[in-house]
Structures are given as structure tokens and as C-alpha cells.
Nanobody
Framework: VQLQASGGGLVQAGESLRLSCQAS????????MAWYRQPPGKQRELVAA???????NYADSVKGRFTISRDTAKNTVSLQMNNLNAEDTAVYYC??????????????????WGQGTQVTVSS
């Protein structure tokens, strides 16, 4: 499974950005998708997640400002980020857990990362 993220950029504080991530491959089904971020000099952290049951989960720092959504038919996940501030500056990564069906029809559960997209918020 390959994850292709897009939508990062440079914005002013208070502005918005929308990140998107497309999962592609063959013989797979998505179980869970999420966005992580890694601020400069810090560890990677969970921003928002959305499993198949649709019950979203957000980091406290983004609650009320960010919204994660999925299009299960298209295997995409998006992150709408509003009212951005300098602390949101980071490389954002798309993440997915997927079930792969092997040639022998057995199922394999694995996880995947996208390539990262830079979000920079100037104050």
C-alpha cells in the first residue's frame, strides 16, 4: 500500500489548510487512517485518527480546530486545519493500517506511512 499526501504549505497564523492522503495498491482494505506530525526537534505525535467505525480521535492541542474525514470508497483521508498557529508547524504524515490479501488468500495486517508534507505557520 502506498500513501501519497498533499496539501502542505506556508500560511499565516489564523489561516487554514487542508491536507489529503490517497492510499493505493492492490488487494487491500483500510482499517484505520490517521495524521501524525513531527515539529522541528520534537518527536512524532498523533494529530487525529479515524478508524472504520468513524469514531474520531484528536490531540488536545487541535480539538475544535482540526477535522479529520475519510472517503472509504476512494481510500482517502483528509485533515482540515483551521485557525492555525505557529505551534502547528511540523511535517505532517499520513498513516494507515490495512489488511492485505495475499496470493494464497491469507490476510496480512500491516501499517504504512506517507512521505510527509511540510506545514509552516508564520506568526
Amino acid at each position: 500500500v502506498q500513501l501519497q499526501a498533499s496539501g502542505g504549505g506556508l500560511v499565516q497564523a489564523g489561516e487554514s489548510l487542508r491536507l489529503s492522503c490517497q492510499a493505493s495498491g492492490s488487494r487491500f482494505s483500510i482499517n484505520y487512517m490517521a495524521w501524525y506530525r513531527q515539529p522541528p526537534g520534537k518527536q512524532r505525535e498523533l494529530v487525529a485518527a479515524i478508524p472504520n467505525n468513524g469514531r474520531t480521535n484528536y490531540a488536545d492541542s487541535v480539538k475544535g480546530r482540526f477535522t479529520i474525514s475519510r472517503d472509504t470508497a476512494k481510500n482517502t483521508v483528509s485533515l482540515q486545519m483551521n485557525n492555525l498557529n505557529a505551534e502547528d508547524t511540523a511535517v505532517y504524515y499520513c498513516y494507515a493500517v490495512a489488511t492485505l490479501q495475499s496470493d494464497s488468500d491469507s490476510e496480512i495486517l500491516d501499517h504504512y506511512w506517507g512521505q510527509g508534507t511540510q506545514v509552516t505557520v508564520s506568526s
